[in-house]
């Protein structure tokens, strides 16, 4: 026995005292809280984080869960774990012990807990040692901007490369992916002293310290953001608002959308839904642009000089072509007269723009050219995952091609933030900016996205805003203009074959120094003029009056 | 009455040395489960003081087992043993308490702790009495019926690390009673034997049902033919008397024993094999087997030469070493004394047990001498059986580690015994 006491204690002591390190010094995680994201003004959170509070148990306890006793049985009740759960972990733990990898390594056998649970759980921890409370940063997202903010996710094994390790979380959408490296903060480690069900006793140094993740302001107003989302709230469709000087997007809301702080729980049911709720239609969602490509068309005549500001065409209410048996009706059946450019595009009169088609030779290729010079099928560059280029029909083969492309139907498709791009343009009479969702430190320069200066004349531009104005003026879109700051928009009614026609309207405000450019997108609306032109009525509403105005009339009616 | 004035008493041949040798490892004892229950699990339960409290219990014990008239057990042995038999009977009846039933009153009772001593008295007795005609065969059965009644009882418990500890106790008192040794080996030698074939197969893995495992099988027995052989054949080259007989005789023993193991493996469902290691090694599950001596051994060899330091053991302090407060009391006492510390507590026990054989040596009757044989037997498997363990020597059979480990039955019989071996030294005709 002494030999053997001699043998244990002296020649293999190293080896012992190494063992018995590694029993209690464990290595503990720290993770680092993620980077709050703000909006524009840097005083409200979007996403921030929170302290949750998991159950874990080291899986070689797992006997002691097993012979419990009653109190530790009301514990369970009250953690909320049904016979056959508690069963399932008892397996799981069964299943991790046998394995020997760790079994020391307390596992969490229910996340996230709720307080009161975790301070009963606390305060009787001696009776029940085996069952350890840990608590993390949790993100929680405060219900707005889901596309633009995005999510967070567990780690997948493409990631550990990357010098991730498991049960990290990553950015999976949105700002949080896109700024992954700046929110997620640089992960700590401490070696701490723990006893035999894993609890921590106390640290131990070295300690690397968790490097918080750093906070970054969007430049998204919350109230407008708010706003955007309340009008949307029920309809599938998608809202932005951009200030036109800079490209800073003030609000973008995409409907339906889905509350990233329970993503991970369901999963699979709201990616499964069909009216797919994580597709941010603002960027992703691609549809014909319907009337409010009218701005382009008008145009490219102009421009290459098919019609002067003056030529004038004569709407009886049908348009018809060579053989073609049925007429292609405009919207008033009964005709809207003699027309000029820019009553056609107040009353957006269909067949002002067929004459232009048919009889000034304003072709596909034509219109085409000016779409990509206004920016379309091609990226805006904004800094999300994911956005879409659309399509514009090069060369008309097709009969139906010219008469479809010039009210903005047909194969054209476009995004709800290419459309921004368009009426930034026109507010800022010739430039869009690149949109940026990031507010940039004081002297960020806004990047150039289209320049139209030395390809398309102020003349023709100002023609075109001017009918814009008339629109809200006199026009159908008389909701989307406000007493005391002069509007201007276009609205569109893309038909589709989904069922009702697609929504529009695209607008800036005021006439005169646009701050603001909205865009209003409502799938199956309806009518742009009757739909989308009141919300962006609103949305401007919003921003001039800072919600007062519904104030004042919440006021008057109690 | 019990103070019987018929024997003298020799004050000269009061044994201080092996009083001392009990108490000092008593306070370590004391020392170590303050250590071992300061912190963590059981830190509320203030055990060491009852500890205390049952130390001065067997105080009082050990002095009424000293004064005593130790003839007195003589007259009343077989009434023990009646009763003994019968309370170990009743404690089959009661329900299990995880599994087994082996106390009293949720535990505070052991009677299998105290059995053991009845049984030795009683075996003195019996052996004490025969001792004309020790050599024969009947003498031999009888007191074997004596042993395997309790040997029974205790192992239907079931608590076979108590069972064990009545092997050496039995063989001891069976050699000094003048059994004659013939017997002795044809127990001895198939029975170690067989244990040790036993355990090599079941951690082997070997199944001797298989064909593999019977080519196997075969070659054992072969190779240890072989072995036999060779023996002989240098037996006979030399002059030992009898010498043939004796090659014929061990290897005869032998390899009864490994048949036996060989073919009772091989009669094993696999349900039963995996129930006799859990048998042997009853703290573990079959998968996560040796948890227990695994830390046991860290515990011990992350102590060093000098050990981490009293209350520092960190194996200990953090709960890692189980039963830390009782069957592994030792590793907790190796952690935080280290090599150094180790050696002193063996040598105590050493002395411990030096000093019981001097009883034994001293006494004035052979029912003295055959009791105080049983006695030391007693402790010293005790000692060496949870020590062992804590080495990882011997499988986990849950013996306490007399004077040491937190338990009031094994403390309250553990100083009886050592108030008996006073006894037997001190009393004279």
Redo the contacts between chains.
């Keep these: 026995m002494i030999v053997r006491l001699g043998y244990l204690q002296i020649v293999c002591t190293r080896y012992y005292t190494r063992r018995s390190e590694d029993n209690r010094i464990r290595p503990v995680r720290l993770v680092p809280p993620r980077g709050v994201i703000y909006d524009r003004y840097g005083m409200v959170p979007l996403a921030d984080n929170e302290t949750a509070f998991d159950v874990c148990v080291a899986p070689n306890n797992v006997e002691r869960l097993e012979n419990m006793d009653e109190r530790a049985r009301d514990v369970f009740q009250r953690l909320n774990f049904t016979p056959t759960e508690y069963e399932a972990v008892l397996n799981e733990l069964r299943k991790l012990k046998r394995s020997r990898i760790a079994a020391f390594d307390p596992v969490i056998i229910k996340e996230d807990i709720d307080k009161d649970a975790a301070a009963y759980l606390a305060e009787n921890n001696s009776h029940m040692p085996e069952i350890i409370i840990r608590a993390r940063p949790k993100r929680r997202y405060r219900g707005s901007a889901a596309h633009i903010i995005g999510y967070i996710a567990l780690v997948g094994r493409e990631d550990l490369q990357n010098g991730y390790v498991l049960n990290d979380m990553i950015g999976r959408d949105g700002v949080e992916a896109v700024y992954e490296e700046h929110l997620k903060g640089d992960l700590g480690w401490k070696m701490a002293e723990v006893d035999v069900f894993g609890r921590i006793l106390r640290d131990l140094q070295p300690t690397v310290k968790a490097e918080p993740g750093r906070g970054v302001s969007l430049t998204l107003d919350l109230a407008l953001q708010k706003k955007a989302e309340a009008l949307l709230e029920g309809r599938t469709g998608a809202i932005i608002a951009v200030d036109p000087r800079n490209g800073e997007i003030l609000a973008m809301s995409s409907k339906p959308d889905f509350d990233a702080n329970t993503l991970a729980s369901n999963w699979n049911e709201i990616g499964n839904d069909p009216a797919r709720p994580l597709l941010n239609r603002a960027t992703m969602g691609e549809y014909p642009p319907g009337s409010i490509f009218k701005i382009i068309v008008a145009t490219a005549a102009l421009e290459e000089g098919k019609i002067n500001e003056s030529a004038r065409f004569y709407c009886n209410g049908r348009f018809y072509i060579e053989n073609w048996s049925r007429p292609f009706k405009c919207h008033k059946s009964d005709g809207h007269g003699f027309m000029d450019i820019h009553n056609a595009l107040v009353e957006s009169c269909n067949v002002f723009f067929y004459n232009l088609a048919y009889k000034r030779d304003v072709t596909v290729s034509l219109m085409h050219k000016y779409a990509l010079m206004y920016g379309l099928e091609k990226k805006t560059g904004i800094n999300l995952s994911g956005e879409c280029s659309g399509s514009v029909p090069e060369i008309g083969g097709r009969a139906g091609d010219k008469i479809n492309m010039c009210i903005g139907q047909g194969d054209l498709l476009v995004t709800p933030l290419q459309m921004a791009s368009v009426i930034c343009v026109m507010a800022n009479r010739g430039v869009s900016y690149k949109p940026r969702i990031i507010r940039q430190p004081q002297g960020g320069k806004p990047e150039i996205l289209v320049d139209l200066s030395g390809k398309v004349s102020l003349r023709t531009i100002d023609i075109i805003r001017n009918a814009l104005m008339g629109v809200v003026k006199r026009g159908h879109s008389r909701q989307a203009n406000l007493p005391d700051h002069q509007t201007a928009g276009k609205t569109g009614s893309a038909q589709n074959s989904h069922g009702d026609d697609h929504s529009w309207f695209i607008g800036f405000a005021p006439f005169d120094k646009p701050e603001i450019a909205v865009v209003i997108l409502v799938e199956n609306g309806g009518r742009g003029s009757e739909v989308a032109a009141p919300m962006a009525g609103q949305m401007f509403a919003e921003y001039f009056y800072k919600g007062q105005a519904t104030l004042a009339k919440e006021e008057s009616e109690e | 009455m019990l103070l019987a004035t018929s024997k003298k008493i020799r004050i000269k041949e009061f044994d201080v040395t092996l009083l001392c040798t009990a108490l000092i490892i008593s306070v370590f004892g004391v020392l170590a489960i303050f250590s071992a229950v300061h912190s ?2 059981r830190s ?1 339960d203030r055990l060491w003081i009852a500890q205390i409290i049952r130390l001065a219990i067997a105080l009082v014990a050990m002095s009424v087992a000293l004064i005593i008239d130790y003839r007195v057990l003589h007259s009343f042995s077989y009434i023990f043993y009646a009763v003994g038999f019968l309370v170990l009977s009743v404690l089959l009846l009661f329900p299990e308490q995880s599994g087994v039933r082996r106390w009293f009153m949720g535990g505070a009772v052991q009677p299998s702790e105290f059995a053991k001593i009845i049984l030795i008295i009683t075996l003195a007795r019996y052996l004490g009495d025969k001792r004309r005609v020790s050599r024969i065969f009947k003498t031999f059965i009888a007191a074997g019926i004596i042993v395997m009644a309790y040997a029974f009882l205790i192992f239907m418990q079931p608590a076979l690390g108590y069972t064990l500890t009545l092997v050496p106790i039995a063989l001891s008192m069976f050699y000094i009673g003048g059994i004659n040794e013939i017997y002795l080996l044809l127990l001895i030698i198939p029975g170690v034997v067989s244990g040790i074939t036993t355990i090599f197969i079941l951690d082997k893995g070997w199944n001797v049902a298989s064909s593999m495992g019977i080519i196997k099988a075969f070659i054992f027995v072969a190779a240890y033919g072989c072995l036999v052989l060779l023996a002989y054949y240098l037996v006979s080259r030399t002059r030992f008397k009898n010498g043939k007989k004796w090659v014929k005789f061990i290897s005869a023993c032998v390899l009864a024993g490994i048949l036996f193991a060989l073919i009772g493996t091989g009669m094993l469902r696999d349900y039963q094999k995996s129930r006799l290691i859990s048998f042997v090694d009853p703290g573990s599950d079959p ?2 087997s040796g ?1 227990q001596i695994i ?1 046991s ?9 000098i050990g981490q330091g009293y209350l520092q053991g ?2 200990n ?4 070493l189980p039963a830390q407060h009782t069957d592994f009391i030792f590793s907790v006492a ?1 952690e935080e004394g ?2 150094l510390g ?2 002193f507590l ?1 040598m105590l026990y050493f002395i411990l047990i030096a000093r019981g054989i001097k009883a034994a040596d001293k006494a004035d009757d052979a029912f003295g001498t055959l009791l105080a044989t049983g006695l030391v037997a007693m402790i010293a498997t005790q000692v ?1 059986m949870n ?2 363990m804590a ?3 011997m499988p986990i059979t849950g013996v306490p580690l007399p004077l040491m480990s937190y338990g009031g039955s094994s403390l309250l019989a553990t100083y009886i015994s050592i108030g008996l071996l006073l006894n037997v030294r001190l009393k004279r005709e």
Excluded at chain 2, 317 to 320: G, K, S, V
């Design positions: 963590g699990l509320n998968k996560g948890y830390q051994k860290i515990a011990i060899g992350a102590g060093g030469l960190t194996q302090r953090l709960d890692f190796a280290g090599f180790a050696v063996l060496f020590i062992g080495l990882g020597l």
